[in-house]
């Protein structure tokens, strides 16, 4: 891009860099950097995507989990779809925008805040009986 343009990203206008290649540097060895972390603590061990609303997915009986991944409450920040919009599109996943907990979309008041809180709470909930 040579002249401004709208960002779907940012949902603005927005100006290019005048240097791209020191961003695509720093990108480039950060990711490289990563890489080879994540590769000495890599293991073999059994991965399993199940997508969907997290407040009411039923899960296998006999399916067990260590941990539990959440975002963290950046509620009314961040459009979390549109941000990894790249993934979806390069691992096929249907997008759930209207199931997000405490989307950008509903702002950062109170009602917002509470209306998260719940979420969060009916995903502890729910899972809570698959954690080993």
């Excluded at 961003?23 to 997508?51: C, G, H, P, V």
């Excluded at 997000?100 to 502890?124: C, D, L």
């Amino acid at each position: 891009m040579r002249e401004t343009y709208w960002c779907i990203k940012h949902k603005r206008y927005c100006t290019p860099i005048g240097e791209a290649l020191k961003f695509i540097n720093r990108y480039s060895y950060d990711t490289i950097k990563r890489l080879k972390e994540f590769d000495k603590i890599r293991t073999d061990a059994f991965i399993k995507i199940i997508q969907g609303d997290a407040r009411k997915i039923k899960l296998p009986e006999d399916l067990k989990i260590d941990g539990l991944f959440t975002s963290p409450p950046y509620v009314g920040i961040i459009d979390y779809h549109e941000q990894h919009r790249y993934a979806y599109e390069l691992f096929g996943f249907p997008r759930l925008d209207e199931l997000e907990i405490g989307p950008a979309a509903k702002g950062q008041n109170g009602k917002a805040k509470k209306e998260y809180q719940r979420g969060i709470i009916e995903v502890f909930k729910n899972v809570s009986e698959y954690l080993i």
